[in-house]
């Protein structure tokens, strides 16, 4: 821990200590004019009829107290729900114990403080304020505005589970400042006047309590930038906030400093988790649409930010590398399980309900030209879209800073899709806090495909609780012509290299070390795939079936053994299935691995 660490937890002591006194200045707060120009949304004759019957129908399932979580987990949880409840356990957390008293990394009953935080985040109220809004359904938009009331009584300041995190509560004031433009746009008199109660109530505190406990030292990556985005957002909204927080132009400037500080010269998320890099863009673009970026580095940063993800994320079963929580910040898409495909050809350019209600993408160019790599070498991701094929090569740093809070161990890890279907896939991450061991073994060596040193995995890095690791591996590199990749790995004296080429109808990939050290390989295949049960193991030769389509996968190693095996994976959070890993063993010289393509 450094020095300035030491300093910004001994000022986060005294904060404790001074907390009362603060809550209850803040509490008295009255400049709450509003801007509003701040937050602009789009004519309402600007969504498609598909678009308003998927609010209707998101709508009325929310009132029934049907929430999705994650995007995939339908679960009954009440109208309004209890905030303080993880459903997957049944553990209520008692809502009456001050936050800085609660370790939300170590909940009873094996509760994940990630689903309690996903249900206090308000995407919720805010989506049905965007169908009330777009439908003219009053009662949807007065039943969301009981929820946060109902929310502001069973959560005071600083009590309870839902204030131990000041990105929790950014993400909370971000929905809300889009939940005051909706109902103010809304027009009606009644609703106003409620809703002027609840921005009295919610928004002050918010905003100062984000400034007070704003994330520093280990904790400043994407939290940092969900932070100042929500001062900004807010901020634009309610300019009186600057009074108890500081000017929306201070916090963009330190926002911009995050976002070319986070984000490689490339466009990659340092953090190596795709998911996350979503996440933190969406975040950082809310603000730089307020603001009215349009020029210069922090928005060149942006463009590049969103043509990275557009070029190395799939539309569909996205098997993403290093952790995803399926965060999102505003329920902006459509469907929420179709997000990456939303946000894919938002930047993309198409047009659709994110271009609604987020402006046009910031991406100047081209995206990967057709049967050709692209590398992004600083990020150290390399992906080809060819003939059907999409692959994507990880030969990246561990992570953001010195606890690489969200990498994986992953390096020289390929992924592989035909079309839509996923074959050679990333384990997925499956919990944070509640699932420990399952949250390590997703992200360890062995569940990942790159070649290892034989009979045992790589020492290092060494997993420190769910968000810290230690001895970080040392960079490797990648580099492409053409339709071939090349990346290299060093780390506890192995020199790994791994060669991919795309043809036509087949991928083609060539293991080796060059210091002749004996290695194995495991190629986790997507839940879906079956193998046919045959004696061909012995050979290296597998039948890979899926959708009535089969692919032939030949490893060609002459003294090593082959086997198959079973492995957990998490295609989302908290979502855990079962798949087939065909593993490659005692390799000496080298290893040539062909997926083809077989006739149906």
């Known amino acids: 821990m450094s020095l300035e660490e030491v300093r910004c937890r001994l000022v986060a002591k005294w904060r404790v200590w001074t907390e009362a006194g603060f809550i209850e200045k803040i509490q008295s707060f009255e400049s709450l004019a509003v801007n509003t120009k701040a937050l602009r949304l789009p004519e309402v004759s600007t969504f498609p009829n598909v678009y308003r019957n998927q609010l209707v129908l998101d709508a009325n399932h929310l009132l029934k107290g049907e929430w999705q979580l994650f995007g995939w987990k339908t679960i009954d949880l009440g109208a309004p729900p209890c905030w303080h409840r993880d459903p997957n356990f049944g553990t209520v957390i008692d809502p009456d114990i001050p936050a800085h008293r609660l370790n939300h990394r170590d909940l009873p009953s094996g ?61 909370r004031l971000i929905n809300f400042t889009w939940f005051d433009t909706l109902v103010s746009a809304v027009g009606d008199s009644t609703l106003s006047s409620a809703q002027t109660s609840l921005v009295k109530r919610i928004v002050p505190i918010h905003a100062a309590w984000i400034c007070r406990y704003r994330s520093n030292g280990s904790s400043a990556n994407n939290h940092l930038l969900g932070e100042l985005s929500a001062l900004i957002l807010s901020g634009s909204r309610w300019p009186g906030l600057e009074k108890i927080t500081c000017s929306i132009e201070k916090n963009w400037q330190m926002l911009g400093n995050e976002i070319l500080s986070q984000f490689a010269e490339d466009g990659g998320s340092r953090e190596q988790a795709l998911r996350y890099h979503l996440f933190s863009f969406d975040l950082a673009w809310q603000a730089a649409r307020v603001m009215g970026c349009k020029a210069g580095p922090v928005y060149d940063r942006l463009s590049l930010a969103a043509t990275f993800f557009a070029d190395v994320s799939q539309k569909s079963e996205s098997w993403d590398f290093g952790d995803s929580d399926d ?42 030209a057709s049967n050709e790599w692209r590398a992004y070498s600083t990020s150290g991701i390399a992906a080809v879209r060819s003939h059907g094929w999409f692959a994507r090569l990880d030969a990246s ?47 360890r060596w062995e569940a990942h495909n790159g070649p290892q040193p034989a009979g045992r995995c790589f020492e290092t890095p060494r997993r420190h609780g769910p968000f810290l690791q230690l001895a970080h591996h040392q960079s490797p590199t990648v580099v492409t012509e053409g339709t ?44 879906e795939c079956t193998l046919v049960d045959d004696l061909t193991t012995k050979l290296g030769r597998f039948i890979i079936h899926r959708n009535d389509r089969h692919w032939e996968l030949c490893m060609n190693a002459p003294e090593a053994t082959f086997s198959v095996i079973s492995c957990r994976v998490s295609p989302a959070y908290g979502k855990i299935q079962e798949s087939k890993v065909i593993v490659a063993s005692g390799i000496q010289s080298g290893i040539a691995t062909h997926l083809k393509r077989l006739a149906t």
């Open 111 to 171: 509760a994940d403080v990630r689903t309690i935080w996903e249900i206090n985040r308000w995407a919720e109220m805010t989506r049905l304020a965007m169908h009330g809004w777009i439908n003219h359904d009053l009662d949807a938009i007065r039943t969301s505005q009981l929820w946060v009331e109902d929310w502001c009584d069973r959560n005071p300041p600083g009590v309870g589970i839902n204030w131990t995190s000041a990105l929790e509560v950014a993400l």
């Open 327 to 368: 965060a999102q910040v505003v329920p902006v898409t459509a469907v929420r399980a179709n997000a990456i495909q939303e946000w894919q050809d938002w930047c993309n350019g198409k047009p659709g309900v994110l271009q609604a209600w987020l402006g046009k993408s910031p991406i100047a160019r081209q995206l990967i």
């Open 397 to 443: 740093p561990l992570g953001f800073g010195n606890i690489a809070a969200h990498g994986h161990c992953d390096a020289l890890h390929l992924s592989i899709w035909d079309s839509e279907l996923a074959l050679i896939i990333d384990p997925g991450t499956g919990s944070y806090f509640g699932n420990v061991e399952l949250r390590e073994e997703l992200a």
């Open 484 to 527: 071939t990749a090349l990346a290299r790995f060093e780390h506890e004296n192995h020199a790994f290299q791994r060669r991919v080429l795309l043809h036509d109808e087949s991928i083609e990939v060539h293991d080796t070390e060059d210091r002749q050290k004996p290695f194995c390989i495991h190629w986790c295949l997507a839940p």
